[in-house]
């Protein structure tokens, strides 16, 4: 059955420091993958998404992830952390069979100054 | 372009009570989905809607009901509330003829029920 699993409810960097959120999926299918942001008391925000191009995929606000089939992983990254950055993060796989976004339970992203 | 529009942001019921929430899509987008997002939980696919009919459904009860209406828009209906449908209620619109994985939410509508 296809899923999603984000390691991590919540990560805490610096101002400044490497960003690492983590993904990884199943699928029985080549998989579509997003990253949406969630600020505070509003809707979702695509960041990236995946769709069997290039396995590095670059999004807005600085982020990029990379699609890695062998480790069935997402992961999302953005190398120099800033206070806007702080929010949720949801890895979601596509299911074109049903027309549906499965996604994961989220990751709080703590930026400290 | 207009993005996807929800009303009302906020809403509180009591337990048994009906509720509907509305959803306008972003324009030249005729297919709608609805999420459930709990609190501290990601978002859980209700059902979709594409040319007015019922598209795909989640793992949702049958008291959570849909509409889409001639101009896309559509509506959540959810008969006697439980305590455990308290959420942030997602929609999202997207092409049918493009890549319909191409969502984009609203802002969502809060719901409590006490």
């Known amino acids: 059955a296809q899923s999603v699993t984000q390691l991590g409810s919540h990560v805490s960097v610096s101002e400044g420091a490497l960003v690492l959120l983590r993904c990884n999926y199943s699928s029985s299918v080549p998989p579509y993958l997003f990253w949406y942001v969630q600020y505070p008391n509003q809707g979702l925000q695509l960041l990236l998404k995946y769709t069997s191009a290039a396995t590095l995929v670059k999004g807005i606000n600085g982020f990029e992830a990379e699609f890695k089939k062998s480790e069935t992983s997402f992961h999302l990254t953005k190398p120099s952390a800033h206070m806007s950055d702080a929010a949720e993060y949801f890895c979601a796989l596509w299911m074109d069979s049903s027309y549906k976004l499965i996604f994961g339970s989220g990751t709080r992203l703590l930026v400290r100054p | 372009e207009t993005g996807v529009t929800q009303s009302p942001t906020h809403l509180i019921k009591t337990r048994g009570q009906q509720v509907t929430l509305r959803c306008s899509s972003q324009?030249?987008?005729?297919?709608v989905s609805w999420y459930q997002q709990a609190l501290g939980q990601g978002p859980q696919f209700i059902f979709q809607y594409y040319r007015e009919e019922e598209n795909g459904r989640g793992n949702f009860p049958p008291r959570f009901s849909g509409l889409q209406f001639p101009n896309y828009s559509s509506e959540l209906n959810v008969n006697a509330l439980e305590l455990d449908d308290s959420a942030l209620y997602l929609c999202a619109s997207s092409q049918k003829t493009g890549p319909s994985y191409e969502q984009y939410f609203g802002p969502g509508t809060r719901l409590t029920v006490t």
């Open positions: 324009s030249g987008h005729n297919t």
